[in-house]
């Protein structure tokens, strides 16, 4: 057994050993900047140690991993253009870097690269892993038009957004655990096991990312915190703060979403941050959050492997809940 | 052997049938735009063509085939929103329909279901036909990548510029002969010779595009005449004319390059034109376009199958060299 850190040095090992340097310069030298950035590195940490789970040998499974993990960074690279977004990571996004016609067609190279790491996964698990790789691919790109979708979009409901990011967000993870279970030669039930569990750590995830954005510790968090607030996102704070306002509060709310002016961000921050705290928001999301994350324990508590194998996914799925970043 | 015609009727069939009215509508209803527009649907064809050199039933080499006209397709739509195009096949094109974001997401997802068409390739191909066309995908973004370098750049030279552009067209030509002769069950040495086929009439088919957009007819071209004159790209034409001009003609032509005015614009495609016929840069374009159309015979005719079947292969590299549009 690897431990989580071990899991990340090989990953980190590997991706540093992908040769960027290559021509046309303009193509590939924003890869090399977006993946040397570094990130969690969590998708291709769970397809090791999904891997792991089942045999001591991850390396069949690095290829795969270094596939989830570029395409990851490819996803972010182009919502980045979409969302205007100017930081990632504590530096400038490629479209900032360089420019738009650069993001977008690195970001076309990167999606191909991924799909050349995962055809690089052992023949007899190429075909189900190719596929179950497309089908994800295609979630997250339906994952994020309903992201833009519901910014015009009036009454997003609660269940409208845990699908949205189920498909942004979740199924990723639980892609990246299914596969790495498959090529450690899992059952079938037990690689599904796995997929629920990242799904369910997925949601999780992404409610913590939600609460750290308002919540979180800006020195820790490394975005800005109000983002989402700034943006009017609507996350599932304020989905159960539009549908638990009523009366003055109500209009508060939707004053504050009417203000645009730059001068007034901290006040709007404040001022929703505020209605959040008087309407028990915080409450409601983190008990969605640990709603989410006692139901991946369950679904990796029921995968047929011995308790103490299962500690180091266990204790990650700790640290996604329990961070400040 | 089915016909030229039938090839393309069953292609067209088969786009027709598939289901892009799916949620979320505004990620799916511009691939269904786009790929109802037409085009000349060569790349299926040549994927099928060369699989009926050597079996008569294309039905494995379809799903194939379908990848590549969806490939095509989405590299069109992000060269596309690269290049600010506002008009392609005589529609508006998907960032000037819908918006940039819907382009790029649209585009994304398109590359995808390239895949998955792919990816349904009977399996025993499955691997080299993968590999195949990742590393055909990963030219054509190269050679957009120098497309775009060339416009800042000086001293492009021949072999530069035909290096461009058999990367950006000529290889997704040949890899779709690949691909259709491999699937047919071709040795490897025909699957190569169809390869080189393809790629030297996709560099003679640019060249005669080249040509087209001086010396088209604007009723059958589809495009405006004398959009790369406007623009200056460095076609082959102009690479040439900055070659021959001397003295005065190479004042005027610089003098014209620096002209962006667009109440100048008739008078700018008239005069580099003219300056064109004075170098005899059509003549010099014309040769270098037959050289490639003679070699690419010269591989069809290595191909050890029958003359009469590969007559349909023949007539379409003809069509395709003496074409008005």
Redesign the interface.
């Known amino acids: 057994m690897k431990s989580f850190n071990e899991i990340i040095q090989l990953i980190s090992s590997e991706i540093d050993q992908i040769n960027w340097s290559k021509?046309?310069h303009?193509?590939y030298e924003p890869i090399g900047y977006v993946l040397s950035m570094g990130g969690k590195r969590i998708r291709p940490a769970l397809t090791l140690m999904a891997c792991n789970l089942f045999q001591d040998n991850v390396q069949p499974a690095v290829n795969a991993a270094l596939g989830l993990e570029i395409f990851h960074n490819f996803s972010l690279l182009?919502d980045d253009?979409?969302d205007r977004a100017e930081v990632r990571r504590g530096k400038p996004t490629v479209h900032k870097k360089w420019d738009?016609?650069t993001a977008?067609?690195t970001?076309?190279?990167m999606?191909?690269?991924a799909?050349?790491f995962i055809?690089k996964t052992p023949?007899q698990y190429?075909?189900p892993v190719?596929?179950l790789f497309?089908q994800t691919?295609?979630e997250i790109?339906?994952g994020?038009?309903?992201d833009?979708?519901f910014e015009r979009r009036e009454n997003v409901k609660e269940e409208d957004y845990l699908e949205m990011i189920r498909l942004k967000t979740a199924v990723l993870l639980g892609c990246a655990l299914k596969i790495g279970a498959w090529i450690g030669d899992a059952t079938d039930e037990d690689a599904q096991l796995l997929y629920d569990f990242g799904i369910n750590i997925g949601l999780a995830f992404q409610l913590k990312d939600d609460l750290l954005d308002v919540y979180g510790d800006e020195t820790t968090f490394g975005k800005k915190i109000g983002g989402d607030i700034l943006c009017n996102k609507k996350t599932l704070l304020l989905i159960h703060a539009l549908r638990l306002a009523k009366g003055n509060e109500a209009l508060e709310l939707q004053k504050w979403i009417g203000t645009s002016d730059k001068n007034l961000s901290k006040d709007k921050i404040q001022a929703i941050t505020s209605l959040y705290n008087r309407l028990g928001i915080k409450t409601i999301c983190e008990d969605k959050m640990r709603y989410f994350y006692t139901k991946a324990i369950a679904n990796l508590e029921k995968v047929s492997v011995s308790g103490n194998k299962k500690q180091e996914l266990r204790n990650l799925a700790d640290k996604l809940m329990f961070r400040n970043d």
Chains 1, 2 share one sequence.
Do not use: F, R, W
Request: glycine letters at 2%.
């Open positions: 021509e046309p303009k193509l182009h253009i979409m738009d016609n977008i067609l970001g076309d190279v999606q191909i690269a799909y050349q055809a023949i190429l075909k190719l596929d497309s691919a295609t790109c339906e994020q038009q309903y833009v979708d």
